[in-house]
């Protein structure tokens, strides 16, 4: 397998934290370590610093900065915009419109919201993971009380159709929110023009190359929500608790960091990208989960036919190569992919799933070395499968 690298193709679970964005944090962590909440001099520069975060996060994504709620991460942002949604307005109905594919963050609180007398209505997806408009809109009811599509799938990294979703969800006067998690600064976003239509937005830091910990979440001025966290008056009065504030600050560079120029950065990405995807397909019996062009720029999602993914990821491992073989937080968890068996793959093709997803710390000398390491381990695996019968 030649000279070993350490190559890290996970970027969808985490990112490294980009050195502008340590240094801008580690003033905040040792210097000026105050409240937010105090009225001295190291108190009011931790405000001052929160504010100017928020301001960050709010032209990266065109938005006003009252409507920027800083969260510990995308799992709270998800939790807060789905059972805050539904709790302030249950007196109007107690119907909710996601997708089987969401993530979990998503899709356990609508499970809650269930116990809790919600109906929820799941849609299908085709098998490269794209919401039909038209099904949003079909499955609409007078008592809909909020529709959640993610905008870009975090396991097969399929982008949703959410401009389209937004537009029908607005006609109809229901609040909208998308998860986002995956796409910042890799999807342009503006919210007063081309995504006026979302009312919510979800964001996690570490996504793009900021600290883990720490997220937001985009709430539009006038929508109706219940607080989340219930205590002192941080957050305008709608999420308590004493502030992360070097984590924001460190958020905040880095979404200024992520939006300088995504197209160029895109471009890039792409081309390492595609000479992956094309070497990779070339190992038989591999297929690529999700939409082949409307995807994120960096994610690449292949299932192997003979083989159980967690054996690929352990040999992967040993060549110092690290993928995944979905979400990072179903590690562990027994059974295929809930997004691989709604687009349609059998389980045991779904088991044998690989997902590698690329970023800043990727090269050509990685692809290089991937499609060197890849086919020999798939062949290894496969020659232990009694399912299996080599091509001559």
């Excluded at 799938?153 to 159709?161: D, S």
């Excluded at 502030?243 to 471009?267: C, F, P, Q, S, Y």
């Excluded at 999700?290 to 192997?304: A, D, I, V």
């Amino acid at each position: 397998m030649g000279e070993k690298h350490f190559v890290y193709m996970d970027h969808a679970a985490t990112t490294f934290s980009k050195p502008e964005v340590v240094e801008a944090m580690r003033y905040f962590l040792k210097e000026h370590f105050g409240n937010p909440s105090a009225l001295y001099s190291i108190g009011r520069e931790a405000r001052e610093a929160v504010e100017t975060a928020r301001e960050q996060l709010a032209k990266g994504l065109g938005a006003e900065p009252e409507e920027i709620y800083f969260t510990s991460g995308g799992t709270e942002s998800d939790n807060w915009a789905v059972k805050g949604t539904a709790f302030a307005r249950r007196k109007e109905g107690k119907h909710i419109i996601t997708t089987p594919i969401e993530h979990h963050a998503v899709l356990y609180p609508c499970e809650y919201l269930e116990t809790k007398g919600f109906d929820v209505t799941y849609l299908p997806v085709d098998g490269d993971g794209l919401v039909d408009p038209a099904d949003v809109e079909a499955a609409i009811r007078d008592d809909t009380i909020l529709i959640s599509v993610m905008y870009a799938n975090n396991e097969v990294g399929t982008l949703e159709p959410v401009p389209e979703i937004g537009k029908i969800a607005a006609e109809k006067g229901i609040p909208f929110h998308t998860d986002a998690v995956q796409v910042i600064g890799k999807v342009p976003l503006d919210m007063k023009r081309a995504h006026s239509d979302v009312d919510m937005l979800s964001l996690s830091s570490h996504k793009f190359y900021g600290p883990k910990g720490v997220g937001a979440l985009y709430i539009r001025k006038g929508v109706e929500i219940d607080n989340y966290m219930h205590g002192g008056a941080q957050e305008r009065g709608k999420r308590a608790g004493t502030e992360n504030v070097a984590g924001i600050v460190g958020m905040g560079k880095a979404i200024e960091l992520a939006t300088a120029d995504i197209e160029a950065h895109n471009k890039e990405i792409r081309k390492l990208r595609d000479r992956l995807r094309k070497g990779v397909l070339e190992i038989p019996h591999t297929r690529l989960n999700g939409h082949p062009e409307k995807r994120l720029p960096g994610n690449l999602n292949f299932s192997f036919e003979f083989i159980e993914g967690e054996s690929l990821l352990l040999m992967l491992d040993q060549a110092r190569i690290c993928g995944s073989t979905g979400s990072a937080c179903t590690s562990g968890s027994a059974g295929p992919s809930h997004v691989l068996t709604a687009i349609g793959l059998p389980p045991k093709i779904a088991q044998g799933s690989l997902r590698l997803t690329l970023g800043d710390a990727n090269s050509e000398e990685d692809i290089d070395y991937v499609l060197e390491v890849l086919p020999e381990v798939v062949e290894k695996l496969r020659a232990m499968s009694p399912f299996y019968k080599p091509t001559t």
